[in-house]
């Protein structure tokens, strides 16, 4: 996830309020000096904040992380901070994850890393495939660990009754 915004959202942000500034950098000497004068900043969940960005009469009051979980980003420096809200982007993702997940495990259940091989092997016979194991998803049973958006949007995404 190297752009997290994409072309169109940071000129759409600087239209947003006529005192709006958007500076997008992935230099981190550049992000240290510009986080200097910023009251937010969006970063990914694995970045690490300059400790003078964070100190209680430093500017910024708002961080974004592109991802659901904080863990990495929760450093001590970032922990100890009051004046500092921070906000993940837990719901949003839920959906999209999900479908993905079923995408992997499609995948997995077809061998399909298999199948891209063989097409690009051009061997079509059934004896020539290299599938070791191919097998079917309808009436397994997923366990699902979590119970955020991605864990909570998972099992409708996979129930056997809505395909």
Known sequence: MRD???????????????????ERTYDIDQFAESVKQADGAIVQANFRFPSEALKPDARLRRIQLAAAGADRAWTPELRATEHVTIISSKGP?????????????????RNLRGLMKSQADKFWSRQDYDIPFMS?????????LGVG???GTLPA????DSV
């Open 4 to 22: 997290l915004l994409g072309e169109e959202h940071p000129e759409k942000l600087s239209e947003a309020h006529p005192r709006v500034r958007v």
């Open 93 to 109: 993702m839920g959906s999209l994850l999900a479908e993905h997940t079923v995408l992997l495990m499609l995948a997995l259940a």
């Open 136 to 144: 079917q998803m309808l009436g397994k049973t997923i366990a699902i």
């Open 149 to 151: 958006s991605f864990g």
């Open 157 to 160: 995404s996979v129930r056997s």
